[in-house]
C-alpha cells in the first residue's frame, strides 16, 4: 500500500518536473500566434491571436528554400560523417597502434570538434570560393564535415573498442575474414553507437549558425540563419521568429525521437562496463 | 573488459595476431583514408592558415593582403587587453557553476526517470526536446521569459511574492541568466548518459547491497556512484567544451551586456574577427582559447585514467 | 536476434541512403543553377529589414528592363551586412558591385570607388540636402566621397502635446532635464516624464553625444574625450534615466516606444525612424495627433544614421552601378519611401514638399532641421564597444559618472585610429585643438 502511494507520489512528481522544464515550449508556441502588441503584455496566452506569423512564414518563398537547404545539408552531413566515423573508427580500433599513439589520435579528435569556428570561417570562406563552391549547400556541408567526422569517429572508436573480443576471436575462428566480421559482427553490435553519432550529428548540423552564415550569402540560407534574420537593428521581431523556430523545431524533434529507442543505448559509449 | 571512455588504456591483446593479416591490415588503412583526407582538407589548411595568421599583422587597416610578420605581437596585444580576462573569468564562472548544476540536476533526473515504465520513458524522451531546439531560437524564448517587466520568469516570481530582479540588465543576474539557459537546455544531455549509464549497472551488485541492510541512499553512494565515475567524466569533459564554445546565448540574450559583465571567450574572439575583422589578433585568440581547451581534455585523460585504476 | 536487428538495419541504411541520394540530386540541382544567360549582371547588398531590401527590390525589376540586365539584391539582416561586406572586399572576391555601406564600414572605405566625378555631374544633386554631402554624413576616403546617402535619420525627441506644447525648444540638455523634472509632479500617475530605450546599450551614446560638445579624438590622433565636459554630460544620460520608468535600465527600443504610443510618457527620445510608423497609425497609436518632434537640443549633435550607396573597386560593372545608383535614389523614389517604408528621405524636397507637410507638419521640419545638423561618431566598431558599455555599466547602477568616464578612456589606450577618420573627424569638428 505505501508502496502504491509513493509510486503514485513520483508519477505526479515526474509529470510535473517534465511540465516545468518543457514550459519555455509552451512559451514558444504560445509566441508563433501573438500580435505584436501581444509582447508588451504580461500574459501568458496571446490577447489577440493572429496566424499572420505563420502566413508570413509561409508565404515567403524563402521558407522553402531554407528547409530544403537545410534538409539536403544535415542528410549529407550525417551520412558521410556516420559512415566516414564508422570505418575510420573501426579501423583505429583494430589496427593495433600502440596506447599513445590512441591516446593522441583521441586528442586531436576532440580538438577538432572544440576549438572555436571563428578561428577558422575567414580562411574556409577563402578556401570555399578558391573550389567556386562558395554559396552553395556543399560548402556548409563541408564546414560541418570538419567537426562531425572526426567527432564521429571519436565516438565510433569507443563503441568498437567496447565490443567483447571474444566474438570478435570466435569468428576469425571461424574462418571470417575481417571485412567479414566488420560487417557482420562489429557493425551491428556498434548499432546504437552509430544511432548515436547519426543523431548528434543531425543535431549539430541542423542547428548550426555561425558556419552557415558565414559561408552562403541570402540566396541560400538555411533554416538557422533565417531564424536570425528576425533581429533587426529596431528590436526582435518575435512573433515571426517564433513561428520559424517551430517549424524548424518539427523535423529535427521528430528525427530524434524516432532514433532515441536506438542511441539511449549508444550513449552509453562504454563509458560503463561490467 | 574495462574500456575507457577516452580510450588511453591498453588493448586487452596486441592485434599483431592471427586475427590480423597483410589484406587485413590493407583493408583497415582502406577503411581510414576517406576520413584522414576528409579532416586533413578541412581541418588542417584552416588551422594551419589561422595559425600562421596570428604571428602575422592583419587587421582591417591594411590591405586585402596580411602583413608582415610580428612575432607575438598578437598574443601580447590579446593578453594585455583587461576585456579579455574579464571575459576568461566570466566564462570560467558560467562554465563551472553551469557544469556543477547540469551534473546534479542530469544526475538526479536519471534517477527519477530509471525505471522502465511508459511514463518514465515518455518523459526522458520529452525532455529531449530543450536538446535538440536551435540555440538561437531558445535563447529568444528566454529573452522573452526574462523581460522583468512581460516575462514568465517575473510574473511567475511575483504570483508567489518575490519581485524579480531586471534580469538582463543587471550585472549579477544576466550571467546567472546566461546560466539558467545553458543548464535548461544541457542538462537533459546529462540525463541520457547518465540513465544510461545506471541501466548498464548489473543490478545484482545493488540487489545485493539491500540484502545487506544498506539504505538506499547509501546503497547509490557506495555502490552505483563510483560505477558511474565513468560517465560523470564523459559529461564534465563534454559540457565544461561545449559551455566555453557557445556564443549564440549570450550573443543573444546579452550581447556581453550590460557593460562587459556577461561577455565570454567566445564572444571575445567573435568581436575581434568577426566585428572588428582583427584577423590576427583573432587567431591569437583562438589559440590561446585552444590551450586552456587542451588544459581541460588533459585533466579529463587523467582523471579517466585515475578512475578506471581505481574501479579496475 | 541478430538477424532482425541486422535486416532492420538494413532497411534503415536503405531508407537512409535514397534520402541521401535524393538530397544528393538536389544538391547537384541547386549547385547547377548558374548564372543565367544575360548581358550584364548587378549584385547589391541592402540590409533585411523588410523596408530598405523591399524597395530595392520593387524597383529592380524596373532597372533591369531598361537596361537589359539582371539584378540580383542580397538582402542581409543587421547583424551581418557590414560582416559580409567586409569578407568580401577584404578577401579580394568582389561578389557584390554597389553595396550599401554605414558609418561603421570606416575600415573599407579604400576598398570603394570615388564617386567624385559621378556626383558633381549629377542631376539631383541640388534637390540634397547640402550638409549630407560632406564628409562624415557621407563616406570619404582621402578626401573623395565613396558613398551616396539614400537613408538617413537623425535622433529626435518627441513630446506628448497633451503635457508639452508642440512648439517645445529646449535651450540645451540641462534645459530638457529641469523641465522634465518638473513634470515629474504634475504628471498623471502612471505617466513617466522620459521615455528612453537604456536596455539597447548602443542608443544610450546618442544623448551622450546631444550633451556633449567637445572633442572625440585628441591632438596626439587617440581617441579621448575632455574629462570635464564628458563628466557633465555622463551625469546628463544619468539623470535622463532617473525620469523614466522604474525598469528604465531594461527597456528595448520597442517598449520605450511603447510606454510613449500608449501615453505613458511625456518625452520620447529614439531613431524617428523607428517610431513614425506607429506614430501615424491609429491602430499602434493612442495619440492621435497628441504629438510633435521637437529640436534636438545641443549644446552637442544629433546622431547620425545613414545608409549610403557605394560602389566596389573590384566590381567589373562600374558604369551599370552608378546607374543603379543614379535612378534608385531619386527625390520622387525617396519621398514616396519616407512614408511607405519609413525610410528618411535625404533630398530637401521631400521636407517642403506641400502634400506632405499638411499631414506631417508636426515632424518634417524639425526632422530637415536635425538632419542639417546631425553627424556620426568618429568611431570604429571597436572603439564603440569601449565606449557605451561604460554608459551601460553606468545607468545599471555601477559607479559614478567619473568613473563611466575614466573606463571609457581606459578602454581606449592603446586603440589606434584609422586614417580615414581622422580626417572626417577634423572636418566636423571632433578632434581637439
Known sequence: MRKRFTAALMGLLIVAVVLVWILPFFELISASFKSPADFFSASFLPEHPTLANFDEIFADPKTGIMLRNSLIVVTITTIVSVLLGTLSGYALARLGLSPWVIGGVVFVLLFFRFYPRIAMVIPFFVMMRDWGLFDTPVAVVLGHLSITIPFATWLMLIAFRGLPAEIDEAGAIDGASLPGRFFHLALPMAASSMATAAVLTAVLSWNEFLIAQSLTRSSNPVLSTGVASFITDAGVKYGSMAALSLVICIPIVVFALVMQRHYVAGMTMGAVKG | ?312 | MKTSLRSRRVRRIAGVLAAGSTAVALAACSAGTGDAAGSSKLVVTYMDSGTYNVAAEKFAPAFEKSHDAEVAVEAFPFATLGQQNATDLITGTGGFDVMSTSAWDVEIYNHLQPLTSQIDKWKNRDQYIPELLKDGPSPYASGDQVGLTYASDAYGVFVNTDYLPADTTFADWDDLVSVATGLKDTLPSGVVPISFAFGAADQIPSIFQGAYDSYYVTKDGQWGLDDESATKAMQTVGDIAALGTPNAASLSIDEANENFLAGKAAMLIVWPSFVRGALNDDSRSTLGDHWAQVPFPGPGTPALSTWSLSISKLSKNQDLAWSWIDEFLTPEHSTEWMFTYGIGSPFASTYSDAELLKKHANDLPVQAGNLAKALPLPLTLKSFDPFNRPMSEFVSGRGTAADAVAAIEQGWSGLKVPEALISTAEANGFVEK
Open chain 2, 1 to 312: 573488459m574495462t574500456t575507457s571512455l577516452l580510450v588511453t588504456g591498453r588493448p586487452r591483446r596486441r592485434a599483431a595476431s592471427p586475427l590480423t593479416t597483410r589484406p587485413d591490415r590493407f583493408f583497415l588503412w582502406a577503411c581510414l583514408t576517406p576520413a584522414l583526407l576528409a579532416v586533413i582538407a578541412l581541418q588542417l589548411y584552416p588551422l594551419l592558415n589561422a595559425s600562421v595568421l596570428s604571428f602575422r599583422e592583419w587587421s582591417l587597416t591594411e590591405s586585402t593582403d596580411p602583413g608582415g610578420f610580428v612575432g607575438w605581437a598578437n598574443y601580447a596585444q590579446v593578453l594585455s587587453d583587461p576585456v579579455f580576462w574579464g571575459a576568461a573569468r566570466t566564462s570560467l564562472v558560467i562554465t563551472v557553476c553551469g557544469v556543477a548544476l547540469q551534473l546534479l540536476l542530469g544526475t538526479g533526473l536519471a534517477a527519477l526517470l530509471r525505471k522502465g515504465r511508459a511514463l518514465h520513458r515518455t518523459a526522458r524522451a520529452v525532455l529531449m526536446l530543450p536538446m535538440v531546439i536551435a540555440p538561437v531560437a531558445a535563447a529568444n524564448i528566454w529573452r522573452l521569459m526574462f523581460n522583468s517587466r512581460s516575462g514568465s520568469v517575473n510574473t511567475t516570481l511575483s504570483a508567489i511574492g518575490i519581485t524579480g530582479p531586471e534580469w538582463l540588465a543587471d550585472p549579477f543576474w544576466s550571467v546567472v541568466a546566461i546560466i539558467i539557459v545553458d543548464t535548461w537546455q544541457w542538462t537533459p544531455f546529462v540525463m541520457l548518459v547518465i540513465s544510461s549509464a545506471m541501466l548498464s549497472i548489473p543490478q545484482e551488485l545493488v540487489e545485493a547491497a539491500s540484502v545487506d541492510g544498506a539504505g538506499r541512499w547509501r546503497t547509490f553512494r557506495s555502490v552505483e556512484l563510483p560505477m558511474l565515475t565513468g560517465a560523470f567524466a564523459l559529461v564534465v569533459t563534454f559540457r565544461s567544451l561545449d559551455s566555453l564554445l557557445q556564443l549564440d546565448t549570450v550573443y543573444t540574450l546579452t550581447q556581453g551586456g550590460p557593460g562587459y559583465s556577461s561577455y565570454t571567450l567566445t564572444y571575445y574572439l567573435y568581436a575581434l574577427g568577426l566585428r572588428n575583422f582583427e584577423i590576427s589578433a583573432s587567431a591569437a585568440g583562438s589559440w590561446l582559447f585552444m590551450i586552456i581547451v587542451t588544459v581541460i581534455i588533459v585533466m579529463m585523460f587523467r582523471l579517466d585514467r585515475a578512475s578506471r585504476e581505481a574501479t579496475s
